[in-house]
């Protein structure tokens, strides 16, 4: 009895291993390389205020290029709408016939495109802008920096973008009931913004309405 | 004319700052430029639209840069994602 109990262990402990050693080794490969590096200077002791201070110079910086609409729709709904086939020869945009369509463009999430005049999603684009140099471990760029390459990267070659991004059905990552919910949001926004007196550049700016990621 | 790129945890970082007008200067911004393009990195530069609209270009070489920009923007190619 006490054998077998014993073989029985061995064996569990041995498919444990198995499945474990993969993470266990990538953790050390990972603490190898950050010991390795902040070794060489290139990565300081972890700073609990870092990603708060880069998304707040990513901020500013995502505020000094788009427009006022744009800002105040990031800053209160989460999210920038970003007109569509500004760049593109009229021949190449023929499948939607001239109707006009539009991207939202969240933070580290896909870029729904959709029909503002009937609110019907098109697709999803998912599109990451990975720094493969990891400075501090972490290839992602702060949400506001994000967004700003997104909104960049379609304004200033649409085509190029999407050529890049992986296309899905609406609802592969992001709930279409979430994205029907921003559209509403957005012409409430929109319609607020219009009857209110001219914007007050200088109110202070709370943090974007965030979402969950996917 | 500044060049700013984007980091994750860091924001954006001045890596390189020049008048263009100035031999030395450009010398030094074409070589940075090439270097951040080499890495992977696309360019863009903020500019405002005759209609005063803020808009974007991208740009492929130190010549296509618009010359009354002040800043040139480096950030990670895109690459599709969430597959």
């Keep these: ?214 | 004319m500044k060049f700013l790129r984007m980091r994750p945890g860091h924001g954006e970082q001045l890596i390189a700052e020049g008048d263009p007008e100035v031999a030395e200067d450009a010398e030094r911004l074409v070589a940075e430029f090439r270097r951040q393009l080499d890495q992977g990195m696309w360019a863009a530069v903020p500019v405002t639209s005759e209609a005063g609209r803020r808009e974007a270009e991208l740009v492929r070489t130190f010549g296509d840069i618009p010359s009354a920009t002040d800043r040139v923007i480096f950030f990670p190619r895109a690459a599709g994602g969430g597959v």
């Design chain 1, 1 to 214: 009895m006490t054998v077998a109990l014993c073989v029985t262990a061995i064996v569990v402990i041995a498919l444990l291993s198995e499945i474990t050693w993969p993470y266990v080794d990538r953790r050390l490969d990972h603490r190898r390389a950050r010991r390795e590096a902040r070794r060489l200077g290139v990565v300081g002791p972890y700073d609990p205020g870092r990603e708060r201070r880069a998304e707040q110079r990513a901020r500013e910086l995502l505020r000094s290029c788009v427009n006022d609409e744009e800002w105040g729709m990031y800053r209160d709904l989460g999210f920038i709408r970003v007109w569509g086939g500004q760049g593109v020869p009229a021949d190449a945009a023929r499948d939607l016939r001239g109707v006009p369509y539009a991207y939202l463009v969240y933070p580290h999430k896909p870029i729904v495109a959709y029909l503002p005049q009937t609110g019907q999603l098109l697709n999803e684009y998912c599109v990451e802008f990975p720094d493969e140099t990891r400075p501090f471990g972490s290839a992602r760029l702060p949400d506001s920096d994000d967004v700003l390459a997104k909104w960049m990267a379609l304004k200033g070659d649409e085509r190029r973008l999407i050529a890049e991004a992986n296309l899905h059905l609406p609802g592969r990552q992001i709930d279409p009931k979430q994205v029907q919910r921003d559209i509403w949001r957005l012409g409430r926004w929109e319609r607020e913004r219009l009857e209110r007196p001219a914007a007050d550049p200088g109110t202070p700016s709370p943090p974007p309405a965030r979402h969950d990621n996917p």
